[in-house]
């Protein structure tokens, strides 16, 4: 269940694996910025969402024509695909991609990111 104070969290966690991912980064390849190795972690996160929210997709689309099979975690992206319907699902995978374009185009990060977990709630 995500609301508010859950979205901000999510957020607040995936900032940190960002900053811990660009920090990593940047020990093992010296010449890159912290600030682009981060950007890299954030696109990182914003890719695995827009996936499992592609996966539910393909899930609800695929139990409207019988059982769906070959997902991994069937459980939990069925999960999601209930609470989630078709709509919502795809709304979410718009949201995020235009969540990357901002990113790319040097915004807040952390404040692109509690907006976009944020804007999720109401595709619920």
């Not at 929210?53 to 099979?69: E, I, K, Q, V, W």
């Not at 069937?74 to 995978?93: H, N, R, S, Y």
């Amino acid at each position: 269940q995500l609301d508010y104070g859950k979205a901000l969290s999510l957020a607040a966690w995936i900032t940190n694996q960002a900053k811990e991912f660009g920090r990593s980064w940047c020990n093992d390849h010296p010449d890159d910025t912290t600030t682009a190795a981060e950007r890299r972690g954030y696109i990182c996160w914003l890719e695995i969402i827009a996936h499992v929210y592609s996966c539910a997709l393909r899930f609800a689309t695929a139990a409207d024509m019988g059982r769906p099979n070959g997902f991994d975690q069937p459980e939990e992206i069925g999960i999601i695909a209930q609470k989630w319907d078709f709509w919502g699902c795809a709304e979410v995978i718009r949201a995020t991609n235009r969540a990357r374009g901002r990113l790319e185009a040097n915004v807040n990060q952390a404040l692109l990111l509690e907006s976009l977990l944020l804007e999720y709630i109401k595709y619920e």
